[in-house]
Nanobody, 130 residues
Framework: QVQLVESGGGLVQPGGSLRLSCAAS????????IGWFRQAPGKEREGVSC????????YYADSVKGRFTISRDNAKNTVYLQMNSLKPEDTAVYYC???????????????????????WGQGTQVTVSS
């Protein structure tokens, strides 16, 4: 049974840091791209970051570039999202998702398209507030 489980969310002050984890089971990361998405109240779900588990290529939304870092540990079948310099506008439920790995020239253009992901976790709440 394919499963993605997020953890690491919580309440943090502006400027603080959190590290989210996405543990995969029922499949190996080798043939998948893993994306992080977030959804704030009243807003659409948006792509935050993505990592290709074959070569480690990473992608980021402009709003998080330079602050967030995605990484993977294939041995642990886990993907991480290190979030630094957090802002109140980063407040959202964060989801990880998996999609079968397309060619690189497609992934670079389509990593943020949520409907192309096959498996989703249940989400973890991140609240940035003083």
């Amino acid at each position: 049974q394919v499963q993605l489980v997020e953890s690491g969310g919580g309440l943090v002050q502006p400027g603080g840091s959190l590290r989210l984890s996405c543990a995969a089971s029922g499949f190996t990361l080798d043939d998948y791209a893993i994306g992080w998405f977030r959804q704030a109240p009243g807003k659409e779900r948006e792509g935050v970051s993505c990592i290709s588990s074959s070569d480690g290529t990473t992608y980021y939304a402009d709003s998080v570039k330079g602050r967030f870092t995605i990484s993977r540990d294939n041995a642990k079948n886990t993907v991480y999202l290190q979030m630094n310099s957090l802002k109140p506008e980063d407040t959202a439920v964060y989801y990880c998702a998996a999609r079968t790995l397309p060619p690189p020239d497609l992934l670079v253009r389509r990593w943020g398209l949520m409907y192309e992901y096959d498996y989703w976790g249940q989400g973890t709440q991140v609240t940035v507030s003083s």
